[in-house]
């Protein structure tokens, strides 16, 4: 272990553990901001909670058939404001400055680059508020941390301004059929604006959502929109049914409830500071090490299962996330789920495994990103959610390093895959092997994510050898790339299509 002006310290806060470098003169400091941390845990627990009863109130006793939609926007967005004034408090300004500023662009901008200015000025405030927080604080945890809900509103905000754009500043033949299902008409009145960026559903810990769908839900037509693609008629019903989420609500909180054990159990024995500790370091095996390795990145998601479905469960229980019907015709509720855990504990390969883990982020991430971008789609996607998580350098090792080890999965994928789809045992072995692999790759890339710091970062590199980088370099330089390896990043518009038929 490292001795002189520096030692390993291990602060919690905004919901994971953290592993940082920390000057031995901030000591008493970090004692004190832990301390911050937890009460600031303790009333986001509060607040979800509070938010999940004022759900059910709000679906019983303010639903659309009783009162006006712009009474549902008032008393969703005054709610919103109160959460995030309780949980943050003068902090809270800063969401709200970042908001008012971005209406502002919403009525003066003109439609052709209203995306832009959106996109630039709610990333760059963000921007700056994590600088602040780590640099200029010394990679402290502020007493409360607000970037959390800052970092939603930036996604609501870039998504709605992205959204306006295409609905008024793109022709309908120049959209996907996503965007122009998507696309919105109108610009947002004020009230709508502040309800669909500030309501208390998702103000606290999300997820993003589009605005179409928040407004169809606030007006009591989201569930019927999904409804009216199945005929009823032929299954028995004389008219639409009533879907209810209560059922959905129970299965989601009792995941919640598991999440929370686990958390109080495996997280607190396997902290991730154990993966700078001299006996990991310097004594243990290889083996040990990859093995270790896994079991510490285990532990740590429990924080994430719990917060995300918590938060999925509080707008089911307000009537919102409604998804449609599954082909048993049992109702669906997973419109606003931010993960899907048996997909993601059996993934089988790395692209699957990223799709089913902080799925509203990812959405995000390809409509304003991945899909729009001329040059490098996959490194600057990577990049621009690295700048969204914040600045601490272990962001950047993490989505730097997923970017190599996602290109060299898809080489390894196209050029062998196929070997084992002859039979069925083939098929199994080659389905064991990519889970395991696939789960160590996934391990190793986003330990960084949890240690934020350089010096840790390289120290468990360097106790793993580097393994990853050089096997993924070796791949992408010696394997040949197969045209269909490349997947279609561009959505077909009509214009595509039309010009696809006419050649």
Known sequence: MESGPNWWIKCWGGGAPQVILWPAEAGHQCYHQREDSDGHKVNFVACQLFALFAAFWFRIYLSPGKTSPDVRHAFATIFGIYFVIFCFGWYSVHLFVLVLMCYGIMVTASVSSIHRYSFFVAMGYLTICHISRIYIFHYGILTTDFSGPLMIVTQKITTLAFQVHDGLGRRAEDLSAEQHRLAVKVKPSFLQYLSYLLNFMSVIAGPCNNFKDYIAFIEGRHTHMKLLEVNWKQRGFQSLPEPSPTGAVIRKLYMTLVSLLLFLTLTKTFPVTCLVDDWFVHKANFLTRLCYLYIVMQASKPKYYFAWTLADAVNNAAGFGFSGVDKNGNFCWD?????????????????????????????????????????????????????????????????????????????????????????????????????????????????????????????????????????????????????????????????????????
């Open 335 to 503: 419109l606003l789920s931010n993960l899907n855990i048996w997909k993601i504990e059996t993934a089988t390969s790395f692209k699957m495994y990223l799709e089913n883990w902080n799925i509203q982020t990812a959405t995000w991430l390809k409509r304003v990103c991945y899909e729009r971008v001329p040059w490098y789609p996959t490194v600057l996607t990577f990049v621009l959610s690295a700048l969204w998580h914040g600045v601490y350098p272990g962001y950047y090792f993490t989505f730097l390093t997923g970017t190599l080890v996602t290109v060299a999965a898809r080489t390894m994928r196209s050029n062998y895959r196929h070997y084992f789809l002859s039979s069925k045992a083939l098929k199994v072995a080659y389905d064991v092997v990519t889970w395991a692999v696939t789960q160590l790759a996934v391990s190793y890339t986003v330990a960084p994510f949890v240690m934020l710091a350089v010096e840790p970062t390289i120290s468990l590199y360097k106790s793993m050898y580097f393994y990853l980088h050089i096997i993924s370099l070796l791949i992408i330089l010696f394997l040949p790339v197969k045209p269909h390896a490349h997947i279609q990043r561009q959505p077909q518009t009509l214009n595509s299509i039309n010009k696809k038929k006419k050649d």
